[in-house]
């Protein structure tokens, strides 16, 4: 449809409303999920999708960035299981599916696609995603590092028909709950994304009751159209050019051998192209990623690079990106995909490597790169399981502007740190230390932000086992533009005999600790940006005297003498 009629208000009004759609969903879920991972480190999406190509419409702003393309995939999954089965959509049909290597991610993340109708018509779909604490496998909470296939990683479930014109079907949600270790806290979360997709099919009703379908389809087209142009504007205003970077995952968790991320990125004629050839091929253990993860990847750094840009499948028309077939990045089914985060945080650094050398003041050092995904699971003395599956927080990278954020989230999310608060008061832990990781960041004109000390204590008379899946400790976080690199993740446990470490570095399973014992990690900072020899002294002795920095630290990077803040 065209956009012809739609005045600028009347469009940035609809706009405005459609991303409130998605926000209230996102909300919806947040304050009812079980699942602290949801409820509070926000990590789930809503979004609107094309009726018919499943393209990314409307995302909501309190979503995780990566959904925003892998979420079009899950919707295709969809729309492609419908038009082979023949039987077409009713209003209240709601899939349900999990499958990785359909709709991106892994298996933690559930998602919920149901299809809105105007006057019969199929208008659009909605659809929600939210990362499950448990869904079985190998390991509580699913980040198995030792896994060499899917079935080793949770329970994997295709789409298939939840509900059926409003009728739910008890037989998959009994086959959903039996493959889980808390299905209390699954079934609460289900019934959270159910309330979510319930509110958006009662908010698109009421802005099309108000403005009329054909005006809506008006405006979502218009959008597109519109981050196409601006995407073409900002490619360009940059030179034209090839340039490349590499980075290396410590392992795959089961070979102890690093793992190449290449990326050539290209500007010509207005067009982007990201190209990952010469990156490793799919190895055996879980960092390998499915295709549509690695496209949506590719756009988060798109949106990173040029944050203006709206949420919005056309801003990704005029780029291409370019997987090569058996990499990593591109693994078939049942190829274990878990630690997908750890991937798609090196291709985020790798495309922000290859872009800082044509137009560095638009990206920012590396960031620490690794959730470390930390689940530690027992059994209290009643019997009862408990699994905390947690990830971690660490410094973002220097930028043109400014030192890098101290003991922030991932890049690729909009997720939070749930706070220690809330995991001591739901789990027998004691967190020993949560804390700033002084000299973790990189040196440079500004300097990288500092990542983080946790230690967590395990409180309860059964023990508990632990399980670890990380990346950065054994290659660093890069700077750009000359700055340095951070410092290296840092993980150690204790034993009987002492303290001990990882012989991956950054990946373990089955740790075993006892009552009183305790896990330590020490995030990596960021990277840092510009030369050392730029920063402004007083910068340096400031850090000095807020104790971010060691004086011996500051000698060695900056030749700091001690003068006075």
Not at 87 to 93: F, L, N, Q, R, V
Not at 391 to 401: D, K, L
Not at 520 to 539: I, M, N, Q, V
Request: proline share 6%.
């Amino acid at each position: 449809m065209s956009d012809q009629g739609l005045d600028p208000i009347t469009l940035a009004v609809l706009a405005g409303r459609m991303e409130q759609i998605a926000d209230e969903m996102d909300a919806t879920l947040f304050r009812s999920a079980f699942n602290p991972i949801i409820a509070e480190a926000h990590d789930a999406s809503h979004g609107l999708y094309h009726a018919e190509t499943g393209d990314t419409l409307v995302q909501g702003k309190s979503g995780l960035p990566i959904f925003v393309g892998v979420m079009s995939f899950a919707v295709r999954a969809v729309i492609d299981k419908v038009r082979a089965s023949g039987i077409a959509p009713k209003d209240g049909d709601i899939w349900i599916f999990n499958d990785a290597h359909l709709g991106g991610t892994h298996l933690n993340d559930m998602r919920l696609v149901r299809p809105y109708f105007r006057n019969g018509e199929l208008f659009c779909w909605l659809a929600s995603v939210g990362h499950w604490h448990d869904l079985g496998g190998g390991a509580p909470g699913n980040y198995n590092p030792a896994a060499k296939d899917a079935f080793q990683e949770a329970f994997v479930l295709p789409p298939v028909l939840l509900s059926r014109a409003g009728e739910m079907d008890q037989g998959i949600l009994d086959i959903i709950l039996r493959n889980t270790r808390l299905p209390q806290s699954a079934e609460g979360d289900l019934n959270g994304q159910l309330g979510a997709l319930d509110l958006g099919h009662k908010r698109m009703e009421e802005l099309l009751d108000e403005y009329g379908a054909s005006t809506v389809a008006a405006a979502l087209d218009a959008l597109s159209v519109r981050a196409e142009t601006l995407m073409r504007a900002e490619l360009e205003a940059l030179p034209d050019g090839r340039w490349e970077a590499e980075d290396f995952l410590d392992n795959d968790g089961i070979t102890d051998e690093p793992l190449a991320i290449r990326v050539a990125l290209e500007i010509k004629g207005g067009r982007m192209t990201l190209d990952f050839a010469g990156t490793a091929p799919r190895c055996q253990g879980p960092v390998n990623i499915a295709l549509p993860t690695a496209v949506a990847t590719a756009y988060v750094a798109i949106k990173h690079i040029f944050p203006t840009l709206p949420a919005n499948a056309g801003v990704m028309r005029p780029i291409e990106v370019k997987i090569p077939e058996g990499s990593l990045l591109s693994a078939e089914f049942p190829a274990p995909v878990g630690g997908y985060t750890e991937t798609i945080l090196r291709m985020i650094d790798v495309i922000f490597a290859a872009a800082s050398q044509a137009a560095p003041d638009r990206v920012v050092g590396n960031a620490y790169g690794t959730i470390n995904a930390l689940s530690i699971a027992g059994r209290r003395s009643n019997g009862q399981p408990w699994v905390m599956f947690s990830f971690y927080g660490g410094g973002h990278g220097g930028s043109s502007e400014s030192d890098g954020l101290n003991h922030g989230s991932a890049p690729i999310s909009t997720a939070t740190i749930p706070p220690m608060e809330i995991l001591e008061a739901a789990y027998p832990v004691m967190f020993r230390q949560w804390a700033l990781r002084p000299d973790s960041g990189g040196a440079g004109r500004h300097r990288g932000g500092l990542g983080a000390v946790y230690e967590i204590e395990v409180l309860e008379d059964n023990g508990a086992e632990v399980f670890l899946f990380g990346e950065r400790g054994r290659h660093a976080p890069k700077g750009v533009a000359g700055g340095g690199e951070a410092a290296l993740n840092r993980f150690s446990y204790e034993t009987d005999d002492g303290w001990a470490r990882p012989p991956m570095v950054s990946k373990m399973r089955g740790i075993q600790l006892h009552k009183g014992q305790a896990v330590r990690l020490e995030t990596p900072g960021g990277g840092g940006y510009g030369p050392a020899s730029e920063r402004d002294p007083e910068a340096v002795a400031r850090d000095v005297e807020r104790g971010l920095m060691s004086k011996s630290e500051a000698e060695r990077l900056y030749g700091w003498t001690g003068g006075a803040a």
